[in-house]
């Protein structure tokens, strides 16, 4: 699937690469989280669960989230996407107040 609007370095170019690297710094933090589990023991399992769930609906939406950036430029009606907006910073609030659980509790 090509752009479909007429400059390729335009924002869905840079929002997907963005994206991307956020998909991969949630694969890593998973893996520094699965060094906690000797010491935390098993709830740390809970907070990579989250960081691959999330990474993964990342990378599951790409593809749409781009084609609607392309097309909202070529329509000049491009909008910003609240929803994702709310739904990475709860991620992040998550993963955060996990983690304090996960030391405290377990």
Not at 4 to 27: A, F
Request: glycine letters at 12%; charged letters at 10%.
């Amino acid at each position: 699937m090509g752009p479909k609007h007429q400059d390729p370095g335009l924002q869905p170019e840079r929002t997907v690469m963005s994206w991307g690297r956020t998909t991969l710094s949630l694969s890593v933090a998973s893996l520094v989280f699965l060094r906690w589990l000797p010491h935390y023991g098993v709830g740390v399992l809970l907070m990579v669960a989250l960081a691959l769930l999330v990474g993964g609906s990342i990378y599951g939406t790409q593809r749409y989230r781009y084609a609607r950036s392309s097309l909202g430029i070529s329509a000049e009606q491009l909008h910003a996407d609240v929803l994702a907006i709310f739904a990475m910073s709860g991620s992040v609030l998550g993963l955060g107040v996990l983690g304090i659980l996960v030391v405290l509790v377990f």
